[in-house]
């Protein structure tokens, strides 16, 4: 994903994502902040809301002016996703 300027927080959809279980996918969302920033405050793959275990415990809030980069690694098990979130910013 590469977002430019959102104008709120939104719901980001990963589709075609392989479902063959004991695998990893990864994915980044690219984001260039406006004076206000914002993120993706809902993660679904296909549609499913999933739940991100972020890399400190705590979803990123974003930088004005900035660009932030989440990056996402979905690991599927047993028919269920398990999604590690990490953030990084580019000041």
């Given at each position: 994903f590469n977002?430019?300027?959102?104008?709120?927080?939104?719901?980001?959809?990963?589709?075609?994502?392989?479902?063959?279980n004991n695998?990893?996918?990864?994915?980044?969302?690219?984001?260039?902040?406006?004076?206000?920033?914002?993120?993706?405050?809902?993660?679904?793959?296909?549609?499913?809301?999933?739940?991100?275990?972020?890399?400190?415990?705590?979803?990123?809030?974003?930088?004005?002016?900035?660009?932030?980069?989440?990056?996402?690694?979905?690991?599927?098990?047993?028919?269920?996703?398990?999604?590690?979130?990490?953030?990084?910013?580019?000041?």
């Amino acid at each position: 994903f590469n977002v430019t300027a959102p104008a709120s927080n939104w719901t980001a959809n990963i589709t075609n994502v392989p479902t063959t279980n004991n695998r990893v996918s990864n994915t980044a969302i690219i984001i260039t902040q406006g004076a206000t920033p914002y993120i993706p405050n809902v993660i679904q793959i296909a549609g499913v809301t999933q739940t991100i275990k972020w890399i400190d415990g705590n979803p990123p809030t974003g930088y004005a002016n900035q660009t932030d980069v989440i990056t996402l690694s979905m690991l599927r098990v047993g028919d269920n996703w398990t999604v590690l979130g990490s953030y990084i910013n580019y000041g």
